[in-house]
């Protein structure tokens, strides 16, 4: 038997691999009248590897912040049963566990990028010298090679994403708990932080919680894989291999991304396209108050089209899907509203006014948690409708349809900021959808989705696209761009090829 461990002597213990369990444990956020989690018996060995998965909204995240100790602070609900960070409640067992969140905006707190990965052992009183040592370590091993002054704000979101991570190894704690940690990566970067993670737990030997809708990535890093079903309760518990063989066809129908037997679009969408509505012309573009990206762009935008824009972490898809949406100036050369588009407005689209722009340009920003307007979710979705002039039996309409296929509706009710990281991406796209823009802007707009949710998203867009709008998409998502996409834009630091 293991001597239990007290308040006094948890110190000595830091950096050990951490036990992790729920006893009949479950919990209902405050305003649901659902459980998020309901009556988990699971235990987690020191040591273990573990991949949690299961449908967007199952309590995924709810059980990784129970066991980080967060939740009942800021967070309200009701509990039931018990969870334990090896014999201590999660509140109790501070810097035991690492918890690295599903958004990494939430997660950035100081201005520069040493400080931040410093700030986690700072506040466990590790001492001085130590400390620097670690955040080197620590930012080397999510290839995170920025410098520790460079600016927090100025990093792209998968190099925040890396951020996150890095900030909670530095804590060395004895379990690392991580939600969608590579949901913002391009493929390669998400592969980096994947063995970044290997090294570090092959190293500490640290028990490791994933949660992530794509198995493949972690397949062979983890020995065991838990399935929570769409109401919260354990599912199914065993090795990778068992469960995807014995239980693969079962949970590819709830959702779950089993290798082989990913979703598919009913066809591909044919790449006949109509009228041109946005054209980019030697146009380099800058982010705010920087230099210009190091490629040049000349494209062409049509209605009927889904262009995807790839490419690394950082490159500058996001600024350009903002610079083409008229939101930020090219920095050189230009982008030119076809006179379809303009509908007789003069002159490029960043010297339009915000009104004239939103009628043309839906627009979907990578982290979604920063759009919401409305206190409902059934509001949300109502405000580009109605702002559209229909009436209120059109936008009733309008608005009830599109929360069935989003599998929003149970949540009509709620607030938006109160939804799961998956939730919030289908309602943020589900706005932009829903004035039928002529342009359709999307920044990683399958992020976060499990496998039923991202086929009636994909279709979803496909229908706006098929209808006559051009849309054009920024992801990482190799499934979406060869699904969805018509043409593929692949920006690098050498160029743009296709
Ligand atoms: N702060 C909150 N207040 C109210 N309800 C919440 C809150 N956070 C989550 N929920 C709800 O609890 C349920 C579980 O959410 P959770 O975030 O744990 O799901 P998840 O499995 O992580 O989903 P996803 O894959 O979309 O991230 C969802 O229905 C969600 O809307
Ligand atoms: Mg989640």
Redesign the pocket.
């Known amino acids: 038997m293991t001597p239990p461990v007290t308040h006094s002597d948890t110190a000595t213990h830091l950096g050990a691999p951490a036990r992790l369990s729920a006893h009949g444990w479950g919990w209902r956020?405050?305003?649901?009248r659902?459980w998020?989690?309901r009556a988990l018996d699971v235990s987690i060995e020191p040591g273990e590897r573990v991949l949690l998965l299961?449908?967007?909204?199952?309590?995924?995240?709810?059980?990784l912040a129970g066991l980080a100790g967060v939740l009942g602070g800021a967070?309200e609900?009701e509990t039931e049963g018990t969870l334990r960070v090896d014999r201590d409640q999660p509140a109790a067992a501070r810097g035991r566990v690492g918890l690295v969140l599903?958004d990494p905006e939430s997660h950035a707190v100081m201005a520069r990028v040493g400080d931040d990965v410093a700030f986690g052992p700072e506040n466990l009183g590790v001492p001085r010298d130590e400390i620097w040592s670690r955040v080197d370590a620590a930012l080397a091993a999510v290839g995170l090679d920025v410098g520790r002054a460079h600016s927090t704000s100025a990093l792209s979101g998968g190099q925040k994403q890396r951020l996150a991570l890095a900030g909670v190894l530095a804590m060395r704690p004895g379990a690392l708990l991580l939600?969608?940690p590579t949901a913002n990566l391009d493929p390669a970067g998400a592969r980096e932080v994947r063995d970044a993670v290997a090294e570090v737990i092959d190293r500490t030997g640290a028990t490791l919680l994933v949660?992530e809708?794509r198995v493949d990535l972690w397949h062979d890093l983890v020995n065991r894989v838990l399935v929570?079903g769409a109401d919260?309760s354990l599912i199914a518990d065993g090795t990778p291999a068992r469960i995807l063989e014995e239980r693969g066809a079962e949970l590819a129908a709830g959702g779950v991304w089993v290798p082989g037997r990913e979703p598919r679009l009913a066809s591909r969408p044919a790449g006949s396209a109509g009228p041109e509505m946005v054209s980019a012309t030697a146009l380099r573009v800058a982010r705010e108050r920087g230099r210009p990206l190091p490629w040049t762009l000349d494209a062409t935008f049509s209605a009927g089209e889904t262009v995807a824009l790839t490419g690394p972490n950082g490159v500058g898809k996001s600024t350009l899907a903002l610079t083409l949406a008229g939101l930020v100036p090219p920095a050189a050369g230009s982008v030119d509203a076809s006179p379809e588009l303009a509908g007789g407005l003069a002159g490029a689209p960043h010297r339009w006014r915000s009104r004239e722009l939103l009628t043309r340009f839906g627009m979907v920003f990578q982290a979604p948690e920063h759009q919401f307007v409305a206190a409902t979710v059934r509001e949300e979705l109502a405000v580009g409708p109605r702002s559209l002039g229909l009436s209120e039996a059109e936008v009733e309409a309008h608005v009830g349809g599109l929360l069935d296929r989003l599998g929003l509706a149970a949540?009509a009710g709620?607030n938006p900021f109160?939804?799961?990281?998956?939730?919030k991406r289908r309602l943020s796209v589900g706005t932009a959808l829903a004035t039928r823009p002529r342009v359709l802007l999307l920044d990683e707009p399958t992020f976060?989705q499990?496998a039923l949710s991202w086929a009636s998203l994909v279709e979803l867009i496909d229908e706006v696209r098929a209808e006559g709008s051009a849309v054009i998409a920024a992801s990482h998502d190799e499934h979406f761009v060869r699904e969805a996409a018509t043409t593929q834009l692949r920006l690098t630091a050498a160029g743009v090829g296709s």
């Open positions: 956020h405050a305003g649901r659902a998020a989690v299961g449908p967007s909204g199952s309590g995924k995240s709810t059980l967070e609900g599903q939600d969608e949660v809708h929570l919260g949540l709620a109160t939804l799961s990281g998956g939730q976060g499990d």
